[in-house]
């Protein structure tokens, strides 16, 4: 790894609610607010910052838990911003806390978990179980 991060390091990701966020399955939008699938996606990018900052070139972020507490609504042209803050950083595993935002209400709040692995460790092991 690149270099070391510390337990409260932080990271801002603003994502602006569009029409390819919603709710939606097959096709058929069911609520015109922001899905907690696209949000995930978000999520999941904010704390990955982390990983671009520290990891080799022969490394890969692997995630490892995603937690969301979906609490409130961010609807279509909303900005929303995520900040993913240091929780632990041992050996290769990195966990972050975060809290969404639609200005000062707050979308969501829970942790992200990645493992920064040496790229021919993945392969080997995605090798291995997509041969089984």
Not at 29 to 49: G, K, M, N, P, Y
Not at 114 to 122: A, D, H
Request: proline letters at 1%; a negative charge.
């Amino acid at each position: 790894m690149k270099k070391k991060i510390n337990i409260g390091d932080v990271k801002i990701h603003r994502k602006k609610v569009s029409h390819d966020d919603l709710a939606s399955f097959n096709g058929e939008v069911v609520h015109a607010v922001c899905s907690t699938f696209a949000l995930a996606r978000e999520i999941e990018w904010t704390s990955r910052l982390f990983v671009l900052d520290i990891k080799e070139e022969d490394e890969e972020g692997v995630g490892t838990k995603l937690l969301i507490n979906h609490q409130s609504p961010a609807f279509m042209g909303d900005l929303v911003e995520i900040e993913a803050v240091v929780d632990s950083f041992s050996n290769n595993e990195l966990i972050c806390d975060y809290t969404a935002k639609v200005g000062e209400r707050v979308i969501a709040t829970g942790s992200t978990g990645q493992k920064i692995i040496k790229n021919k460790k993945i392969e080997k092991l995605f090798s291995k179980l997509n041969n089984e």
